[in-house]
Nanobody, 116 residues
Framework: QVQLVESGGGLVQAGGSLRLSCAAS????????MKWYRQAPGKQRELVAS???????NYADSVKGRFTISRDNAKNTVYLQMNSLKYEDTAVYYC??????????WGQGTQVTVSS
């Protein structure tokens, strides 16, 4: 079993920055993909960014150039640096891990609120 714990959410003004962290613990295989999703009220959960074990990254078009995903494999932690935040970035952000066995784990979510 894997536990994912997010932190770093909060309230920020438009144009500001936040850094989310997701610490993984438990039965972690070295080969995995870590992802950040978000879900705004009344909307479906959407993929924001992903990063593989060897550092390949992918981003949603809506956050390209503003958000950066990174990971520290020694600490089993993934980060999401969010810059130039917009009101429409307001959502609950979830950390997700998919391992080599296609096992899928989720964190509890952290709220990000951007005031306009």
């Amino acid at each position: 079993q894997v536990q994912l714990v997010e932190s770093g959410g909060g309230l920020v003004q438009a144009g500001g920055s936040l850094r989310l962290s997701c610490a993984a613990s438990g039965r972690i295989f070295s080969t995995n993909v870590m992802k950040w999703y978000r879900q705004a009220p009344g909307k479906q959960r959407e993929l924001v960014a992903s990063i593989t074990s060897n550092g390949w990254t992918n981003y949603a078009d809506s956050v390209k150039g503003r958000f950066t995903i990174s990971r520290d494999n020694a600490k089993n932690t993934v980060y999401l640096q969010m810059n130039s935040l917009k009101y429409e970035d307001t959502a609950v952000y979830y950390c997700n891990m998919v391992n080599i066995w296609s096992e899928d784990y989720w964190g509890q979510g952290t709220q990000v609120t951007v005031s306009s």
